[in-house]
T-cell receptor, first 111, second 112 residues
Framework: QKEVEQNSGPLSVPEGAIASLNCTYSDRGSQSFFWYRQYSGKSPELIMF????GDKEDGRFTAQLNKASQYVSLLIRDSQPSDSATYLCAVFKAAGNKLTFGGGTRVLVKP | DAGVIQSPRHEVTEMGQEVTLRCKPISGHNSLFWYRQTMMRGLELLIYFNNNVPIDDSGMPEDRFSAKMPNASFSTLKIQPSEPRDSAVYFCASSQNREKAFFGQGTRLTVV
């Protein structure tokens, strides 16, 4: 089992719709959780972080964390073509400061 | 703050040559990470440092790879000798106490 798992996609959504991305992790003691966006040929860019169970909203993005079920999700509301990118889930493990990434989900927003 | 700074941005080298990648983390950050990204394997953690000390190098693929962090503001990743399969984008990232990690622009390495 991979430490952090994501569906590779592509996730195709029409412009204006909600994109829903999921991520599961194996270490129950994991703490901080992050979502990065990576455009082709660019470096990962941090877009959301969440430390506690529940929802966290920032603009069109909402991160959801459920530690009991060991999953974290990202919702993108009113999706725009500029949201087309690969979204990477990252988790800080309980032991040490190891930051592990999932394989990423490619999102395509179609006008 | 200038963010995480990596150099060079691009490197083309011949098989067998030594390659050194450089990283300057964000000032005040106490953790530094080296990742390698390829289409096939995604973003792989090679090694990370806490307070300049290497903590986990289990991701380093072979003895040909080595990393150092002589002080809080500088780290290197060295490949000697380089091979074509080392071609990838190498990222450096830094963070403070398990909080947000920020990436450099990456070094695109091509070994021919």
């Amino acid at each position: 089992q991979k430490e952090v798992e994501q569906n590779s996609g592509p996730l195709s959504v029409p412009e204006g719709a909600i994109a829903s991305l999921n991520c599961t992790y194996s270490d129950r003691g994991s703490q901080s959780f992050f979502w990065y966006r990576q455009y082709s040929g660019k470096s990962p860019e941090l877009i959301m972080f969440i430390y506690s169970n529940g929802d966290k909203e920032d603009g069109r993005f909402t991160a959801q964390l459920n530690k009991a079920s060991q999953y974290v999700s990202l919702l993108i509301r009113d999706s725009q073509p500029s949201d087309s990118a690969t979204y990477l889930c990252a988790v800080f493990k309980a032991a040490g400061n190891k930051l592990t990434f999932g394989g990423g989900t490619r999102v395509l927003v179609k006008p | 703050d200038a963010g995480v700074i990596q150099s060079p941005r691009h490197e083309v080298t011949e098989m067998g040559q030594e390659v050194t990648l450089r990283c300057k983390p964000i000032s005040g950050h106490n953790s530094l990470f080296w990742y390698r990204q390829t289409m096939m394997r995604g973003l792989e953690l090679l090694i990370y440092f806490n307070n300049n000390v290497p903590i986990d190098d289990s991701g380093m693929p072979e003895d040909r790879f080595s990393a150092k962090m002589p002080n809080a503001s500088f780290s290197t990743l060295k490949i000697q000798p380089s091979e074509p399969r080392d071609s990838a984008v190498y990222f450096c990232a830094s963070s403070q106490n398990r909080e947000k990690a920020f990436f450099g622009q990456g070094t695109r390495l091509t070994v021919v």
